[in-house]
């Protein structure tokens, strides 16, 4: 291209064609740049087969690109342009291009948006930074809900939501009568030969050549690159999302809690990665979801629940993360100072549930919400892990982890660090929680019925601690205070005999 106008960076996570950054440009005089870095790779220690998704998912994404006309140029990891990191890419390819002006969709994460900000002033050329429009809720809308609410509750944002978006409402009405269907969300599930699996697609040779670089340049990163499965084009994302429509939404309400050893997906739809990467559409994966709904395809539970975790919990983090940064990663509520175990990394414990966990997060870069939440969450917040060591842990871990998502669902869901702003009440539960909605009790060598001793499943003994070395911080908020109680009723030698029990299993971690 003789005299480029505009560069557009395009980063890894803005993979849609209609991207606000693209939306108003010319492809015969603007040039877009895409740049596979070293430095957000190894950010934290990326899972590998989400890096090599995201690199794959970034190379399809440029042939869509060149194929709708637009000069892309696109900066391999191993090319010899490539500087590391988005500063110095963009200084390379400013020398090389000599655009007028630089052109940016806003990022979705701090860390990068703050980078970006300081360009006009470190590279002398004007920047744009446009909103990003994928998002139903922007950050200013969601300011505005916030303000001068005493309590930020996911449940009014996500009725004000299906009224702006309309979806599943029956004119002001929700349909069905109801907003929310949760309490027949409950159902723990049987082992079932005919559980769908999601839809997976055989590397191709980009992809192939992704995961050779992958193991060359990332083998000390956690994580396996085989099987590698995931859809890496916008094509294959939707055929994902339209066989997971069709063969697991109509379960996904009944058993979106359950847990089934030996079954990573159950009836979750697996596709956080191609929404945060920009290769499904939010509001047209939940059209799709009501479609099917009113063509009697799904019942109304599936149906709500699902487009529940879409419009309500995935915007809602994403306003929160916004409203509290910087300073949010750094939340700290009980005060918890623990180093991570190794077996988040290793997967070597006894303990059945944080196995199963943490195998197939290693073996699939994916985990779904409750094991996320009750078993590697909630055990960390029982035994006091840093809220930090494990929020670096689920940024590396799962192929769908980006900051602005992952940091509240730990920080604020799963650790209950900022005190309540996102939570109602903290997500701790004992053993008891977990053998109601999974199988993994019966094949562990702890007994889930046992609350001390050796032999007790470690989620008890640190479940009654927390409660117990917690209770002041706890005893105020009204779904907490009946645990204070019964832990008050213990008799003395009980209470000491759960502080004995927990302060082993802590030394033994
Ligand atoms: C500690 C912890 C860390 C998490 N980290 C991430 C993360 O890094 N990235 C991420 O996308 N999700 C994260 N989640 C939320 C949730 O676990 C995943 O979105 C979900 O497991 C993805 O699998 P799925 O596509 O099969 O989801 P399904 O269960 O099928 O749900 C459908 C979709 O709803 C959305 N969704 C559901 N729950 C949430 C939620 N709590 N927050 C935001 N979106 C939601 C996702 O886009 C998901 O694809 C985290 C949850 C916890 C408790
Ligand atoms: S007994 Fe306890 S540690 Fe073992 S699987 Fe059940 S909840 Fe997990």
Redesign the pocket.
């Known amino acids: 291209m003789a005299d480029v106008r505009n560069l557009i960076l395009v980063l890894g996570d803005q993979l849609t064609p209609s991207l606000s950054s693209l939306a108003g440009a010319d492809p015969t005089r603007d040039l877009v740049l895409m740049a596979e870095l070293h430095d957000e790779a190894t950010s934290v220690r990326h899972h590998r087969k989400k890096i090599a998704f995201i690199f794959s998912a970034m190379r399809h994404f440029a042939e869509e690109l060149r194929a709708g006309g637009w000069t892309v140029d696109y900066v391999t990891l191993g090319s010899a342009e490539n500087q590391a990191g988005f500063t110095g890419q963009l200084a390379h390819a400013i020398g090389k291009h000599q655009p007028e002006r630089i052109v940016v969709t806003e990022a979705s994460e701090w860390r990068v948006s703050l980078e970006i900000e300081g360009w006009r002033e470190r590279l002398s050329i004007p920047v744009d930074i446009l909103r990003d429009h994928r998002f139903l809720c922007s950050t200013d809308a969601f300011r505005a809900w916030a303000e001068g609410r005493k309590q930020l509750r996911m449940e009014y944002f996500y009725r004000d939501m299906r009224r702006q978006t309309g979806l599943l409402m029956d004119g002001d009405q929700p349909v069905g009568g109801k907003w929310n269907f949760d309490s027949e969300n409950r159902k723990a599930a049987d082992i079932d030969l005919f559980t769908p699996s999601p839809k997976a697609f055989a590397p191709d040779t980009i992809t192939r050549e992704i995961i050779e670089l992958v193991k060359a340049r990332f083998g000390n990163h956690f994580g396996d690159l085989d099987p590698f499965w995931f859809a890496v084009t916008r094509v294959d994302a939707e055929a994902a999302l339209a066989a997971f429509i069709e063969q697991a939404l109509p379960q996904?309400g009944d058993y979106?809690d359950a847990m089934l050893m030996g079954e990573p997906?159950l009836y979750?739809?697996?596709?956080?990665q191609y929404?945060?990467c920009g290769l499904l559409d939010p509001m047209s994966v939940c059209r799709q979801v009501e479609a099917a709904y009113r063509a009697g395809k799904a019942p109304l539970n599936a149906a709500e629940g699902?487009i529940r975790?879409?419009i309500g919990?995935?915007e809602y983090?994403r306003g929160i993360y916004w409203l509290n940064m910087p300073g949010y990663e750094q939340s700290n509520f009980f005060g918890h100072t623990r180093p991570l175990p190794e077996f988040y990394w290793t997967g070597e414990t006894d303990m059945a549930c944080i196995k199963a966990a943490v195998t197939q997060t290693r073996e699939q870069a994916?985990?779904?919400?409750i094991q996320?939440?009750m078993v590697?969450?909630n055990f960390a917040m029982l035994a006091g892990i840093d809220p930090f060591a494990l929020h670096e842990w689920?940024?590396s871990v799962?192929a769908?982890?980006?900051e602005w998502?992952?940091l509240p669902?730990?920080v604020g869901?799963?650790q209950f660090a900022d005190g309540g702003l996102l939570a109602s009440k903290p997500y701790a539960a004992s053993g008891a929680y977990i053998n109601r909605m999974s199988n993994y009790c019966s094949s562990c060598r702890f007994d889930v019925k046992q609350r001390t001793g050796p032999q007790a499943c470690p989620f008890n003994a640190l479940y009654w601690d927390f409660i117990g070395r917690n209770r002041d911080k706890i005893r105020g908020n009204a779904r907490m205070v009946q645990m204070v109680r019964t832990y008050d009723k213990f008799a003395p030698a009980e209470q000491q005999r759960i502080g004995r029990s927990a302060a082993n299993i802590l030394a033994s971690l």
């Open positions: 996904f979106q997906f979750h739809a697996v596709i956080s929404l945060n699902f975790q879409i919990w995935r983090v994916y985990a779904h919400h996320r939440l590697t969450g689920y940024l799962y769908d982890a980006f998502v992952e669902n730990t869901m799963s």
